[in-house]
Structures are given as C-alpha cells and as structure tokens.
C-alpha cells in the first residue's frame, strides 16, 4: 500500500505556472505507474498525465499537452507536475494516483485556481 500527499497547489493568474509534487510513502515507489487527476466544480474527474515507472514514458490530456509535465525522482518518492501558461479552464482540485497490479492509491487532492 502507498499513501499519497500533494502540495504546491495555490491561486495564480491567468498566464503563470504552479509546480504540484506528490510524495508517497513506502519502499516500493518505483514500482507503481503514477498519474495527475483533476476535478472542477460540477464535473467529472478526468486524467491530466501520467509517467511510467522509470520516468521514461508519459502521456498527457490533449487539454494540458506542451503546457504541462509530469517527472518523477524516485530516489525522493516524488512525481511532480509542472503548469505552465495556465488558464482559468485548469481551475479545479488536483489528485494523485498510484496504479500496480490492478490497485489505485489516491492523494486527497489539492486545490489550483487560474483566475483571468
């Protein structure tokens, strides 16, 4: 099992750029595929990112491509998820998940808002 906590979240303009981490507890990081979520008021969760194991695969939403980067340092047990350009459509509760072997950990989430 991994328990998950994210930070970095916060209130910016339009235009700037936030860094989210998640830091995860546990011996076996490394092993788990590890995503970005989001969910805005009134809508349904959806995947921002996501990045292998080794760091060496990512995919992302058509929505946050070239504005967005998921990395991960799994000396530190930590994926990150750099904003930039943001918008005021990326305003919404940010979450972190672990996936292995049919298993999802969840953060419990933290807030971003883009203001115009």
């Known amino acids: 099992q991994v328990q998950l906590v994210e930070s970095g979240g916060g209130s910016v303009q339009a235009g700037g750029s936030l860094r989210l981490s998640c830091a995860a507890s546990g011996r076996t990081f490394s092993s788990y595929v590890m995503d970005w979520f989001r969910q805005a008021p009134g809508k349904e969760r959806e995947f921002v990112a996501g990045?292998?194991?080794?760091?060496?695969?990512?995919n992302y939403a058509d929505s946050v491509k070239g504005r967005f980067t998921i990395s991960r340092d799994n000396t530190k047990n930590t994926v990150y998820l750099q904003m930039n350009s943001l918008k005021p459509e990326d305003t919404a509760v940010y979450y972190c998940?672990?996936?292995?072997?049919?298993?999802?950990?969840w953060g419990q989430g933290i807030q971003v808002t883009v203001s115009s």
């Open positions: 990045i292998n194991w080794s760091g060496g695969s990512t």
């Open positions: 998940a672990a996936r292995k072997n049919g298993a999802n950990y």
